[in-house]
């Protein structure tokens, strides 16, 4: 089935680690995102690709890094300098046309 | 740089009335996207809006969408418990995708 797979569910996460989202899709779209949600907030945009090897800081992109070496997969780092990391992220793609974003089912990450 | 306003941010109905949903945005695009969250959930697409003018209905939700007032909005009709989730818009411009705060409505009996 085609789709947008996140994994993992759930992270836990030391202080001070590196720790690397993975985002991959099967819906051949060029474009993808990373989302951070906090608890009852909307969402905020960290990066976004509109086509391999090719992407573009959001409005929180400190603290974060991206790849998009292949056009199926979008992973985000986390690094240690993201001060506050505990949130829900939600990766999503879309085919740059007329159709909506499709999402993943989110990483919950935690820092312990 | 693209901005999206929702309101109202919080929405609390009875069950059986009506409500307006209100998301505003500072481009000139004419793609917008509502969607739906459930606690915990990911994002689930209830619109798809690509011109002026679009209306789009599914159930008791109806969306539109003017271009021109850079206004989109998302109709409830005669709410039912089931509707109870955090509705988010979402503008794109140059694939430059950005969201709403979210409207969380709660459906009371």
């Known amino acids: 089935d085609g789709g947008i797979t996140q994994s993992p569910k759930y992270l836990f996460r030391k202080e001070g680690q590196n720790v690397t989202l993975s985002c991959e899709q099967n819906?051949?779209?060029?474009?993808m995102y990373w989302y951070r949600q906090d608890p009852g907030q909307g969402l905020r945009l960290i990066y976004y690709?509109?086509?391999?090897?090719?992407?573009q800081k959001g409005d929180i992109a400190e603290g974060y890094s991206v790849s998009r070496e292949k056009k199926e997969s979008f992973p985000l780092t986390v690094t240690s300098a993201q001060k506050n990391p505990t949130a829900f992220y939600l990766c999503?793609?879309?085919?740059?046309?007329?159709?909506?974003?499709?999402f993943g089912q989110g990483t919950r990450l935690t820092v312990v | 740089e693209l901005k999206v306003e929702q309101n109202p941010l919080f929405l609390s109905m009875q069950e059986g009335k009506n409500y307006t949903i209100y998301c505003n945005y500072s481009?000139?695009?004419?793609?917008l996207y509502w969607y739906r969250q459930d606690p915990g959930k990911s994002l689930e697409s209830l619109f798809v809006?690509?011109?002026?003018?679009a209306v789009k209905q599914e159930g008791r939700l109806m969306a539109s969408l003017d271009t021109k007032a850079r206004l989109s909005t998302l109709h409830i009709t005669a709410a039912v418990h089931d509707l109870s989730a955090t509705y988010f818009c979402?503008?794109?411009?140059?694939?430059?995708?950005?969201f709403g705060a979210g409207t969380r409505l709660t459906v009371k009996p």
């Open positions: 999503a793609s879309s085919s740059g046309m007329n159709t909506e974003a499709f």
């Open positions: 819906l051949n779209h060029d474009a």
């Open positions: 690709s509109q086509i391999v090897n090719d992407f």
């Open positions: 481009t000139t695009s004419d793609r």
């Open positions: 809006l690509l011109s002026n003018g």
């Open positions: 979402a503008v794109v411009d140059n694939n430059d995708m950005r």
